[in-house]
């Protein structure tokens, strides 16, 4: 089984963000035409995370977003010389990181920049390694209990975020960035770990234009008192429904499932071969059967972007175990910014399984 990214007219509905209508192109608020002028340009692998350095930056920053289209797969994404020469003129880098857009890490290295780059894996509580980004309000220890099911055995993130180390992380040597097994690297969907991203947009952006540092600290001040009404729809979730599970056929909404109390009940197998674009071995995928068929299973939410056999089949049996079904995308639709957008998913959790 190949991992399929579904035809384009039945994403055309979910068609990219405005924030840039094709790959390379400017976010709002800059010229539009290339020419930046005295505006910071930041760069970023896909429109999730252009969102938030544009609104971050405001009218100080172009922003591009690389991958602006839902009929496109960062694991698999061919870069372009017009890809390399805008990460080469980059002031600040944005990527996920953790093998999802290891595309952007190539051009990274190929172009020689000296630009920083922020890693938004490196923010999760529970990537391998981390040495944590306890800022303010933000502390980890206040999530303490999110660790979604997908990368449960590791370990939580420990000590504060010092500035001196964190330049040195973000170096161009990105070989420790590939696929991390048993971790779950679609981490936009974690309000938590956005916050602090967020928070380090801000700072660097400050120390590249530090005319404008209190206007994008006051930027990102108000961004981050959005995600926090995220996190309290979620925590509202939890306390009517935490520990009833969820089948996912692909782990990108996990962070967000765990956030909001619910347990994925997903054979790890499953989720995995589907993610990998790999055939479920057929135990996998009886297993998989039999969890939907038990009865405990509240809604099952698929990847809307991608699509095969597998995946078809336990939509289709859902559908006739009356279960929810919820279509979850990797990258924003048109017409809404980051917190919009998980605010409408966080919605869509809540009234399938208060149905």
Known sequence: MTRRLLPAAVLVAA??????????SAAPGASGSGDS???LSVVASTNVYGSLAAEVGGDAVEVTAIITSLAQDPHSYEA????QLTVSE???????GGGYDSFLEGLIDASGTEAPVLTAVEFAHDYPGAEGHGHDDHA??????????????AAPAEGEHAEEEHADEHGHDHAGHDHIEGFNEHVWYDPHTIAHLV???????????????????????????????LETSLDAISADHGGEKIFVTEPVPVYLAAAAGLEDATPAAFSEAVEEGQDVPPATLLE??????????RVVI?????GGAETTEMVNLAGELDIPVLEFTELMPDGVDYVEWMQQNIDEMSEALAG
């Open 37 to 39: 002028g005295d505006k």
């Open 199 to 229: 928070e380090d947009i801000a700072h660097e952006l400050g120390e590249l234009d530090a005319d404008q540092a209190e206007t994008f600290e006051a930027n990102a001040a108000a961004l981050i008192e959005r995600i926090e009404g």
């Open 302 to 306: 698929v990847n809307a972007q991608t």
């Open 288 to 297: 998989a059967q039999q969890t939907l068929r038990s009865g405990d299973v």
């Open 15 to 24: 068609a990219s963000l405005t924030l840039a209508g094709c790959a390379g």
């Open 90 to 96: 980059a002031d600040l880098i944005i990527e996920n």
């Open 140 to 153: 980890d220890e206040e999530h303490a209990d999110e660790t979604p099911a997908a990368s449960a055995d």
């Open 80 to 83: 372009s010389a017009r890809d």
